[in-house]
């Protein structure tokens, strides 16, 4: 494995970390974790034992990323955000048995200091708005804000909103790429 880590971070025994991933200062990537390839962890980041990333994944800074969560590729967790794994955590209960398991599909990002409850799944291409609370599951390419988190719209694999006309189609204004709205849930058109 061919990746960098700053002098200052912590790697355990037993992790398994693609090549071109970066780890930067006062990090801890704990044992029996995957990591893939080309990922960027920032500054104080902490990767639990078993928590599994995909390739290109951006981990920005003071991100600890607990037991349960599995992020697949492309996706991005902004500064601060918070992910848990225990739904009723109790200093002196130990629930490791109880963990959640918390899914983060394909380019979903999720913005600073959003918080991600245990226990559901982000849709492919979703996009968590900073500071928002994730309290249920978030369909592909929703727009979600607030606390509690609601569905504000849909935004594009470019991160751009999505506006649909009266055909129930949209262009993204950056990709020029078009999606479609049916019964509630967005797919990417192919051509």
């Not at 974790?33 to 003071?62: D, F, T």
């Not at 309290?135 to 592909?140: A, E, L, Q, R, S």
């Not at 509630?184 to 192919?190: E, M, S, Y």
């Amino acid at each position: 494995m061919i990746f960098f880590a700053h002098e200052s971070a912590i790697i355990d025994d037993n992790c398994e970390i693609g090549d071109g991933t970066k780890i930067w200062h006062f990090s801890h990537v704990m044992s029996g974790c995957k990591i893939g390839k080309n990922c960027n962890l920032g500054q104080n980041v902490v990767v639990s034992p078993k928590v599994v990333l995909g390739e290109n994944v951006r981990v920005q800074n003071n991100v600890s990323i607990y037991e349960g969560v599995i992020c697949e590729d492309d996706v991005f967790l902004g500064p601060s955000v918070v992910l848990t794994n225990v739904i009723n955590p109790r200093s002196a209960v130990s629930r490791k048995n109880e963990y959640r398991t918390t899914l983060i599909k394909k380019g979903a990002s999720i913005g600073a200091n959003a918080t991600i409850v245990c226990g559901y799944t982000i849709g492919s291409f979703a996009f968590i708005g900073a500071g928002a609370v994730v309290t249920k599951d978030v369909p592909d390419y929703a727009l979600i804000v607030g606390n509690p988190g609601r569905q504000k719209g849909w935004m594009s694999e470019f991160g751009q909103k999505l506006i649909f006309d009266s055909n129930n189609e949209a262009i993204c204004s950056e990709s020029a790429e078009k999606y479609s709205l049916t019964e509630g849930r967005v797919t990417k058109i192919v051509q």
